[in-house]
């Protein structure tokens, strides 16, 4: 069965510092692997997306996420937070190669102090 | 280009009501997913609508039921509400052009209240 993992509920950087959003994934065959963001009153919006190629992937927002098959992580990263970033991080992983039916982590809240 | 829509936005029901839930995609989408949100279990998947099939399903009881109209607009129905199924139900829409991970758009969701 495919899951994705995400080991911590809440994440607390300072603005201006490197973040970092982990997340591990269990797949039989090819992972597709997505980050989504939940803004409160946004709604949840796509960050990125590994489905081969590159291990490390850009995506939205100035973030990037790098893909590890031997470690089986897909950690969302960031070089430098914003006060913005202050929301609610999903990893997910999807049952279809169309990348229509995730199945998504319990999800983490980020929170950039000022 | 407008956004997903999903009507109603809050709804409240009693136990053993039924209730159908509306979503919208975005103007040529043709692929609708819905998902569950809840507060326990996260955000769950319900299932997946293609061209008026169902593509995928997730683990959810048959009281769990979806469609989609010609139009790409898809319902949602729960029969027998049970407390449980109190949540937000968000629905996603995708282009589904590209043979790999597709971007979803999510609408705002719908706030179903069992009571």
């Known amino acids: 069965a495919q899951s994705v993992a995400q080991p911590e509920d809440q994440v607390n950087v300072a603005e201006g510092n490197p973040l970092t959003v982990k997340c591990t994934y269990s797949?039989?065959?090819?992972?597709?692997l997505f980050w989504y963001v939940q803004y409160p009153n946004r709604g949840l919006q796509f960050l990125l997306k590994?489905?081969?190629?590159?291990?490390l992937v850009k995506g939205s927002y100035g973030f990037e996420a790098e893909f590890n098959k031997s470690q089986t992580s897909f950690h969302l990263k960031k070089p430098s937070a914003l006060v913005s970033d202050s929301a609610l991080y999903f990893c997910?992983?999807?049952?279809?190669?169309?990348?229509?039916?995730?199945?998504f982590g319990k999800g983490t809240t980020l929170s950039v102090s000022s | 280009k407008a956004g997903v829509t999903q009507t109603p936005r809050y709804l409240i029901k009693t136990r053993g009501q039924q209730v159908t839930l509306s979503c919208s995609p975005i103007?040529?989408?043709?692929?609708v997913s819905w998902y569950q949100q809840t507060p326990g279990q996260g955000l769950q998947f319900l299932f997946e609508?293609?061209?008026?099939?169902?593509?995928n399903k997730g683990n959810f009881p048959g009281r769990f039921s979806g469609r989609q109209f010609s139009n790409s607009r898809s319902e949602m129905n729960v029969s027998t509400l049970e407390l449980g199924d109190s949540a937000l139900y968000l629905c996603?829409?995708?282009?589904?052009?590209?043979?790999?991970?597709?971007?979803?758009?999510f609408g705002p969701g719908t706030r179903l209240t069992v009571l």
């Open positions: 590994y489905i081969t190629g590159d291990n």
């Open positions: 797949v039989s065959g090819n992972p597709y």
């Open positions: 609508y293609f061209s008026e099939t169902q593509r």
């Open positions: 103007s040529g989408h043709r692929s």
């Open positions: 996603a829409s995708s282009w589904d052009q590209a043979l790999f991970g597709n971007e979803q758009f």
């Open positions: 997910a992983v999807s049952w279809n190669q169309a990348g229509t039916a995730l199945i």
